[in-house]
């Protein structure tokens, strides 16, 4: 990143850490670390589990992000 951000909002599935596709499968895990990572360095940072898949509601989860990112 070109410049340190105050906040991070990080948006998974549910279902991603289910699948049989092995890069899928730790999708979940690697992006909570990268959350504890960014939280530790002092960023806030949320990780919200949706339901579904990254596939699912997309939209309605983007404008979640920003939204949070905003407020």
């Known amino acids: 990143m070109k ?3 105050e906040r ?3 948006s998974l599935g549910d279902k991603e850490a289910r699948t049989s596709n092995r890069y899928m499968k730790g999708v979940e895990a ?3 670390r990268l959350s504890d990572f960014y939280s530790a ?3 806030s940072t949320k ?3 949706n339901p579904g898949n990254h596939f699912q ?3 309605e ?3 979640k992000g920003i939204q ?3 407020g």
Do not use: A, D, M, Q
């Open 3 to 5: 410049k340190r951000p």
């Open 8 to 10: 991070i909002y990080f």
């Open 30 to 32: 690697e992006t909570r």
């Open 41 to 43: 360095s002092g960023i």
């Open 47 to 49: 990780t919200e589990l």
């Open 57 to 59: 509601n997309h939209i």
């Open 61 to 63: 989860r983007t404008v």
């Open 68 to 70: 949070w990112i905003l």
